[in-house]
């Protein structure tokens, strides 16, 4: 397979080393740097280490968004969804609307519902614990993703409680898991550009493990494309692969392109416009050759990314749809063109298509269904 002359010895070396076991820091930089016949050996690899990990059925949950404001203190640079409170056109769902959509989308199917929202003045952990157990009295048997590290963090502070304390109510209210999110890229020179306001590196790390060890699941994201450097993005894979080793708390890791159009670092001539398709490839398939049995779920977001596109990167490591959706407003107001409902035929059509296995999943990818098994 990699014995072609186009391909130099060092990097067949690494995509057969690869094969078998995850790929080093030095090594993943490398592959990042590959063109024609090696960046072509580089999405084989991936595609092979993905069928020998979780074979050819591609996953998807039937889930629903609820971001509750979007009034928000914080100062995200890439962020087009926020809005000051003495701003026209805001808004903050009470605890019962939030009940009421939640009760809409598992009526209509949904197993999962997503509860996120911006840094409210008048937000708290205790808050957080109000919608949980409004939302699990109706709803007993809803799975609530919810409140990133970010909120949960701020929630804390708010409440002048620990990250520990904090976590605990909230599990203990039924929160199921948590959103990785906020992670953007774990280096904190680029924070300091992209997001100043928002926790440091050591400040999410801390999150994340406090969660895991308590109890909570995750998920794990890199939002990448914007001012970060190829060695950001191995530096950032690479804390993610350490926690797990340590935690085993991700579900799947999903990285996100950023959004330029009307986000304000791009706008202020910071940021560069997002990635090419070459990169967001690469990116795929590396994470999926330094993840190997670690993390052997990898999410294709179809929101960031459009169907078409995201039907391609499950070609390249990916293994998993993510969600049907609805309501997902963050990755819109920063210019994306997709983030409405689509209903699970046509995820399924999408998977069929290129000759995988449509399989329904829980948040936890405990219960995966095969919906149809003749390709």
């Known amino acids: 397979m990699y014995k072609s002359p186009d391909i130099a010895p060092t990097i067949e070396e690494i995509l057969e080393k690869a094969l078998k076991e995850v790929i080093s820091y030095e090594e993943a930089i490398e592959l990042f740097k590959t063109t024609g016949h090696e960046y072509q050996a580089l999405i084989q690899a991936a595609d092979l280490r993905r ?23 914080g100062t995200c640079g890439f962020c087009a969804f926020r809005k000051d409170q003495e701003q ?3 808004y903050f769902l009470s605890v019962d609307e939030i009940v009421q959509r939640a009760k809409t989308a598992w009526g209509d199917g949904a197993i999962e519902v997503c509860i996120q929202g911006g840094l409210h003045p008048d937000v708290d952990a205790y808050f957080y614990e109000k919608i949980l157990r409004a939302v699990k009295e109706e709803i007993p048997d809803i799975h609530i993703h919810a409140f990133s590290p970010m909120e949960i963090y701020y929630g804390a502070q708010q409440s002048e409680l620990t990250l520990k304390e904090t976590l605990k109510m909230l599990k203990d209210a039924g929160l199921g898991s948590m959103p990785g999110t906020a992670a953007e890229i774990l280096n904190d ?6 997001c100043p306001g928002k926790l440091n590196t050591a400040e999410w790390v801390e999150v994340i493990t406090t969660a895991h060890q308590t109890g909570v699941p995750t998920t794990c994201t ?12 191995v530096e950032h894979l690479e804390i993610l692969r350490n926690i797990q080793k340590e935690t085993g708390g991700f579900t799947e890791f ?12 791009y706008q202020e001539g910071i940021a560069r416009p997002g990635t ?3 990169e967001d490839l690469k990116l795929y398939a590396v994470s999926r050759l330094m993840f190997g049995d670690i993390l052997k779920n990898i999410q294709v977001s179809w929101v960031k990314l459009g169907f078409k596109f995201a039907q391609v990167c499950l070609t390249a490591g990916g293994n998993d749809m993510g969600g049907t959706l609805g309501e997902e407003n963050i990755s819109r107001s920063a210019g994306a063109q997709h983030g409405v409902y689509t209903p699970p035929e046509h995820l399924q059509h999408m998977i069929r298509d290129l000759g995988r296995i449509p399989a329904e999943r829980d948040t936890l990818y405990k219960s995966i ?7």
Do not use: S
Request: hydrophobic letters at 40%.
């Open 51 to 73: 069928q020998e990990l979780v074979g050819d059925e591609v996953t998807y949950i039937q889930n629903w968004n609820i971001n509750y404001t979007d009034i928000c203190t």
């Open 88 to 90: 026209k056109d805001t």
């Open 189 to 194: 020179d680029v924070r300091r550009i992209i």
């Open 222 to 233: 890199m939002m990448y494309g914007h001012v970060e450097t190829i060695e950001h993005w």
């Open 254 to 265: 999903v990285p996100l392109t950023f959004m330029h159009p009307n986000a304000p670092i």
């Open 276 to 278: 090419t398709g070459t």
């Open 369 to 375: 269904v095969v919906k149809d098994d003749v390709i």
